[in-house]
């Protein structure tokens, strides 16, 4: 299975992210964030849908995992019609999904990959069984072009304690490389202090990606947006450290701008769509 060819053999007209994620009915987080982060950078979006989770902003009531061979189906149906420039997972939830997917994409390479190996909702609900962990690590982190773990899942991915500084923080986005992926983006939003900081480990060494901390319950969505994101700009042919620098900047103002959303009662969704809503309205 390789990603298609426009008619004629042509160069594709528009840019396509696919991300292979759930879905998050409350539209905050999941396929929704992505979707919504795509288009924010005007790039067409597909999707393969892994799970259905009956959410909101306050917890997820219920999780119903897709088969693994309907998740490849999708991936397939995708694949082979559209020239798909960039792949970004999200929620895997369980290890028969993880390995299917992983198995779908070894037969698409060259395709950049971003994998957020996500596990824990920011309402604290567990979206990836511990039992999947491994299958993860073995599986789907080699293949990845980027890794993007927070601190709590890089921890879990080493089976460790928590980064309690900058100087661990580099540490463990060494040892999550040497995992086989390509690069590793640990995101320092779990830490505490004035600014945010990321750390990118790459094969020109380590790049430090720093932010004020913005004050905010409503970082519902943060890590699916900053992925797709990252996708988004790969698939529009920018270099990685270009991606994650855009995307930072981006994932900064929809966190800014998503303190006055006012969606849902507990903790609210960053806003995809702040551009939009600047623009005047129309006459």
Request: net charge neutral.
């Amino acid at each position: 299975m390789t990603a298609a060819s426009p008619p004629g053999g042509g160069p594709a007209r528009t840019a396509i992210a696919l991300t292979i994620a759930g879905s998050d009915s409350s539209g905050g987080a999941g396929i929704q964030a992505d979707l919504k982060t795509f288009s924010a950078f005007g790039v067409y979006g597909a999707s393969a849908i892994t799970a259905l989770t009956a959410q909101n902003t306050r917890g997820v009531a219920s999780v119903e995992p897709v088969s693994a061979s309907f998740v490849a189906a999708q991936i397939e149906a995708v694949l082979s019609d559209l020239e798909v420039g960039a792949i970004k997972t999200g929620m895997l939830a369980e290890a028969a999904i993880v390995s299917g997917v992983a198995q779908s994409l070894r037969r698409a390479p060259g395709v950049p990959l971003v994998v957020d190996p996500v596990m824990v909702a920011t309402s604290g609900d567990v979206l990836l069984a511990d039992s999947a962990i491994d299958t993860l690590k073995r599986e789907l982190v080699p293949l990845a072009t980027l890794l993007t773990p927070n601190l709590p899942e890089a921890a879990r991915l080493l089976a460790t304690g928590q980064a309690a500084s900058e100087a661990e923080a580099v540490a463990q986005a060494r040892s999550l490389r040497a995992l086989g992926c390509a690069a590793v983006l640990l995101k320092g939003g779990h830490d505490r202090g004035n600014t945010a900081v990321d750390i990118l480990c790459d094969d020109s060494g380590i790049e430090r990606f720093a932010r004020p901390r913005i004050d905010t319950p409503h970082t519902h969505g943060t890590g699916c947006t900053l992925s797709a994101a990252i996708a988004a700009l790969l698939a529009r042919g920018a270099s990685l450290r270009e991606a994650v620098g855009r995307a930072k900047a981006f994932v900064w103002e929809a966190l800014r701008e998503g303190q006055g959303l006012g969606v849902g009662r507990g903790r609210g969704p960053v806003d995809h769509l702040y551009a939009i809503r600047r623009l005047p309205p129309p006459a």
